[in-house]
């Protein structure tokens, strides 16, 4: 079975830091890896995921395989920011069953 | 456009009672989950269905049932609530991969807060 670990509950940086949210997962296969995001008082929502290589409001995250990590990071930290994160692993294309990790709750100071 | 629509926002139940949360989305996705985030830990997912008539267990499906009559709607029932079952429960939705890039993100609703004392 498939498990996300986030090993930081909490994240505090001030505004203009670099900021950068750890994920590590087992899993034997290759997985598809997702960032999903939940502002207060807003629904979770995807904010990036490795197979589009996107960067998503100033953040980028790269899947390592060999490290099973995929790392959210953002190099100038910005208030709206602030939030939680919750990184996913989805086993393979066709599954559509995501596996979540615990989530880190990002403060962004002024 | 609402997404997808939990109700409802809050509850609480004695131990034993029953209840159906529902889930309903205008976005015609064919795929639907049901999840529960318990304190500190992440979603876990609890039954999902790929489309009208099918439904399949996730990792925690004891103690609930879900049925999938219409696209729309996918309500997730407790039959004999217990303490366990506490829990702040999300349903989401997503579609299908058309474009082969990877699949769709999943739509999530704001979720039912559950107490059972």
């Known amino acids: 079975a498939q498990r996300v670990t986030q090993p930081e509950k909490l994240l505090s940086v001030f505004k203009g830091a670099p900021v950068e949210l750890k994920c590590n997962y087992s899993?034997?296969?290759?997985?598809?890896l997702f960032w999903y995001v939940q502002y207060s008082r807003q629904r979770l929502q995807l904010l990036l995921r490795?197979?589009s290589r996107e960067s998503i409001k100033g953040f980028t995250a790269d899947l390592n395989k060999g490290e099973t990590s995929f790392h959210l990071k953002k190099p100038f930290a910005q208030e709206e920011d602030s939030a939680m994160y919750y990184c996913?692993?989805?086993?393979?294309?066709?599954?559509?069953?995501?596996?979540f990790g615990a989530g880190t709750t990002v403060t962004v100071r002024a | 456009n609402a997404g997808v629509t939990q109700t409802p926002k809050f509850r609480i139940l004695k131990i034993g009672q029953s209840m159906t949360l529902q889930c309903t989305q205008d976005?015609?996705?064919?795929?639907m989950y049901w999840y529960r985030q318990d304190p500190g830990m992440g979603l876990k997912l609890i039954y999902y269905?790929?489309?009208?008539?099918i439904t399949d267990k996730g990792e925690v499906p004891n103690g609930y049932n879900v049925s999938r009559s219409t696209t729309e709607d996918f309500p997730l029932r407790l039959e004999l609530a217990a303490p366990s079952q506490t829990s702040v429960y999300f349903c989401?939705?997503?579609?299908?991969?058309?474009w082969g890039i990877g699949n769709q993100p999943q739509h999530f609703g704001d979720g039912t807060r559950l107490s059972i004392l």
């Open positions: 989401a939705s997503s579609t299908d991969d058309f």
């Open positions: 899993y034997s296969g290759s997985p598809e």
């Open positions: 490795h197979i």
């Open positions: 996913a692993l989805e086993p393979c294309s066709n599954d559509y069953k995501l596996s």
């Open positions: 976005m015609n996705h064919n795929y």
């Open positions: 269905s790929v489309g009208a008539g």
